[in-house]
Nanobody
Framework: QVQLVESGGGLVKAGGSLRLSCVASGLTFSDYVMAWFRQAPGKERELVAILTRDGQTTDYGDSVKGRVTISRDNAKSTVYLQMNSLKPEDTGVYYC????????????WGQGTQVTVSS
């Protein structure tokens, strides 16, 4: 059974930082492209960051470019999201997800972790 478990969310003031973690189990982690999405109240889920299997190639959503960094530790089956210079509009539930490298769709999703940025 595949599980993705996020942690690290919380309440932070604007300009602050948070580091989210997502631990995967039940899959061969290094076979998966990993990503973070987020969903704000009343809005659609949007891409935050994507990272290839080897950790060499990244892509970021326009709204977070230059402020967040995605990374992974395949030995620990963990993907991270370092978020800096947080803004109130970064508030939302952040989800970890994985896509088998040859697949088109994301197969597995975590339960999400809440990030709240106060002004």
């Amino acid at each position: 059974q595949v599980q993705l478990v996020e942690s690290g969310g919380g309440l932070v003031k604007a300009g602050g930082s948070l580091r989210l973690s997502c631990v995967a189990s039940g899959l061969t982690f290094s076979d998966y492209v990993m990503a973070w999405f987020r969903q704000a109240p009343g809005k659609e889920r949007e891409l935050v960051a994507i990272l290839t299997r080897d950790g060499q190639t990244t892509d970021y959503g326009d709204s977070v470019k230059g402020r967040v960094t995605i990374s992974r530790d395949n030995a620990k089956s963990t993907v991270y999201l370092q978020m800096n210079s947080l803004k109130p509009e970064d508030t939302g539930v952040y989800y970890c997800t994985g896509r088998y490298y040859s697949a088109r769709d994301y197969s597995f999703w975590g339960q999400g972790t809440q990030v709240t940025v106060s002004s």
